[in-house]
């Protein structure tokens, strides 16, 4: 891991939906400046670690720290003016809101106008198109479009750490090439944290520095982003690439591959 200060501490987490337990444990780290991915197959407990760390969730067990503050039984709104904002799965923009007011429902708790006026020229240089199309309701945008709304929306916020949950979803391989740049860009030039979720391991394994592999709800590994991209099992079941030696009934799912 890396030697930077850490930034958000998941340990022990166990998160439950009524009855039915998602998450059994899981730890973590993403340490300051760093990207993190969590790579796993449907229903494997991706998106719950992401809504226990932004507050959507209350773990049952366990502890979820932010800057070295327990944030684990936060509400979503005070953990996002801590500095955590969160891209969920499948975008969730106001469809009936133009592109303009979108950005600026992602800066509600900020009362720094000039401020914000600069973050929304930061997102229209990241993409351009949104710019374009600010006057537009969001409902009419293509699924790349509202994924970069989304994304900027949580730009908007300021955050500390950025939670994306699977922004290669749905979009074509040209698009999610230019999606995981602009998160790189935003990475290396704002500083910005980020907790990547993902299926596209080849992308997210590229994007990232460090990577947990979740399983029914567990880390089964942990290491290195580069270190994993050699490790059989993920070569095999996440890289698809069927000379790497593993033999055997393929026990993950992959949802998608497209390299
Ligand atoms: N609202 C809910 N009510 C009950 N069970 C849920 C709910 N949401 C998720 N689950 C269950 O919790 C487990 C983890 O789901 P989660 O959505 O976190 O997985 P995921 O890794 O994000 O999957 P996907 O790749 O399909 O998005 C699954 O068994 C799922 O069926
Ligand atoms: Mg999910």
Redesign the pocket.
């Known amino acids: 891991m890396s030697a930077s200060a850490s930034l958000l501490d998941v340990t022990a987490v166990e998160t439950f ?2 009855p ?1 337990q ?1 998450i059994r444990g899981v730890s973590l780290q993403v340490a300051q400046g760093q990207i993190v991915t969590v790579l ?9 670690v992401l809504r226990t760390v932004s507050g959507v969730l209350d773990p049952e067990r366990g502890s979820v720290k932010f800057e070295g503050k327990e944030i684990g039984h936060l509400p979503p709104d005070r953990v996002m003016r801590l500095g955590i904002c969160h891209v969920p ?1 499948g975008r969730e923009t106001f469809p009936f809101l133009t592109v303009y007011e979108n950005l600026l429902m992602g800066a509600y708790t900020r009362h720094d106008k000039d401020e914000v006026h600069r973050d929304l020229e930061l997102c229209f240089g990241y993409f351009p198109v949104l710019k374009e199309r600010s006057h537009q309701r969001a409902g009419l945008l293509s699924g790349g479009e509202q994924q970069m709304l989304a994304i900027s929306r949580a730009l908007m916020g300021r955050p500390k750490l950025l939670l994306l949950d ?1 922004p290669s979803l749905g979009l074509s391989p040209l698009l999610v090439t230019q999606i995981f740049r602009i998160i790189r860009r935003i990475n290396d030039e704002q500083g910005v944290a980020i907790l990547l979720v993902e ?1 596209n391991a080849h992308m997210a394994l590229r994007t990232a520095q460090f990577g947990y592999v979740l399983e029914v709800g567990r880390i089964v590994l942990a290491d290195d982003c580069a270190k994993l991209m050699q490790t059989d099992a993920i070569k095999e079941f996440y890289l698809g690439q069927k000379d790497s030696g593993v033999r055997g009934q393929r026990r993950w799912k992959r ?1 998608r591959l497209w390299h």
């Not at 796993?40 to 719950?48: D, I, L, R, V």
């Open positions: 939906y009524g039915i998602a796993g197959a449907n229903g494997a407990g991706k998106t719950t799965e699977e299926q949802k």
